[in-house]
C-alpha cells in the first residue's frame, strides 16, 4: 500500500466528507478548512478497518457516462411514469421478474439495484439467496425479455466495465 493510501485509506470519501464540512459550515475560512480537512482525513482512517472492501473503479470516465445516462433515464421515466397515471388510458401492466444477474460482487450489485430503482417505474425487490437473480417489479412491462435486456444494455454491462467484474 502506498503512503498515500496509508494516510488516505478512501480518497473520494475524504473529499466528500471534506466537501460536505464546508457546505454545512457555510464558509471557506482557513480553520475550517483546515478542521474539516483533518476531520475528512481522520474518519475514514479511524474506520477504514471496519468498513468490506470496495470495488475499485476501473473506468471513472465511463462512470460519469453511466450517471449522465442515469440521470436522462431518471427524467424520462418520470414523464413516462406521469403520462400513464396522469393519462386518459390508465391501462398498466404491471409485473415482477427476474433480472438474472452476470455482474458479482456486494458493491456493483448494489449500484445496479440501487439504480433500477431511482428510474421511476421499476423497483428491485429482492436479492436471490445465491446472488444470481435480483427481482424487479415493472410499473408497466410490455415484454420481459426486452425489460431485461434494456436493463443489461443501459446499467449492467456499463457496471461491469466500471468495476472491471
Known amino acids: 500500500m502506498s503512503l498515500f493510501r496509508t494516510i ?4 473520494m470519501l475524504t473529499l466528500l466528507l471534506w466537501v460536505v464540512w464546508l457546505l454545512l459550515n457555510n464558509t471557506i475560512a482557513f480553520g ?22 470496495q470495488a475499485d473503479v476501473k473506468r471513472p470516465l465511463l462512470m460519469v457516462k453511466f450517471i449522465a445516462v442515469l440521470v436522462f433515464d431518471i427524467i424520462i421515466a418520470n414523464i413516462e411514469v406521469a403520462r400513464r397515471i396522469l393519462g386518459p388510458s390508465k391501462e398498466l401492466r404491471p409485473a415482477f421478474f427476474e433480472y438474472p444477474l ?10 445496479l439495484a440501487s439504480t433500477i430503482s ?14 444470481s437473480r435480483l427481482l424487479v417489479h415493472g410499473l408497466h ?25
Request: hydrophobic content about 45%.
Open 102 to 111: 452476470a455482474i458479482t460482487g456486494d458493491f456493483p450489485i448494489t449500484i
Open 8 to 11: 488516505v485509506p478512501r480518497p
Open 118 to 131: 431511482l428510474t421511476p417505474g421499476t423497483v428491485s425487490a429482492q436479492l436471490s439467496a445465491d446472488r
Open 32 to 53: 475550517h478548512v483546515l478542521l474539516g480537512l483533518f476531520l475528512a482525513i481522520a474518519i475514514p482512517r479511524l474506520t477504514y478497518y471496519f468498513w468490506d472492501p
Open 141 to 165: 412491462v410490455d415484454d420481459v425479455a426486452s425489460a431485461i435486456e434494456q436493463i443489461r444494455q443501459r446499467y449492467e454491462a456499463p457496471l461491469q466495465e466500471i468495476f472491471g467484474c
